[in-house]
């Protein structure tokens, strides 16, 4: 697993994918999560030998990556009681709450 995320949950984009994909594909992996800013990348750098094996699924946020990582699981929709802030903008009256 590699990659970044912002403050609000935006997956962001990840450096040397191409050299990653292939090393996965080596290893067996099956299925990638890669950030939808990359999909131009692997479309064009990565052999279709090696994207014919493997499952690419590109997201745009953390909501995403939990819903494919657990799909299928009770913890599933979990996010929704512990990240509804993602979708609600912050506010100074919030952070005047959180500081002690």
């Not at 990359?38 to 030998?49: A, K, L, T, Y």
């Amino acid at each position: 697993m590699t990659g970044e995320l912002s403050l609000v949950g935006q997956v962001l984009p990840v450096g040397g994918l191409k050299e990653k994909i292939l090393a996965a594909h080596r290893a067996g992996i099956t299925t990638i999560l890669a950030p939808s800013a990359n999909r131009p990348d692997i479309e064009e750098n990565v052999p279709e030998s090696v994207k014919t094996g493997i499952r690419f699924v590109f997201v745009d946020d953390i909501r995403q990556v939990l819903h494919e990582v657990f799909k299928g699981e009770p913890i599933a929709e979990r996010w929704k009681e512990t990240l509804p802030q993602l979708t609600e903008p912050a506010t100074s009256e919030g952070a005047q709450k959180s500081s002690p």
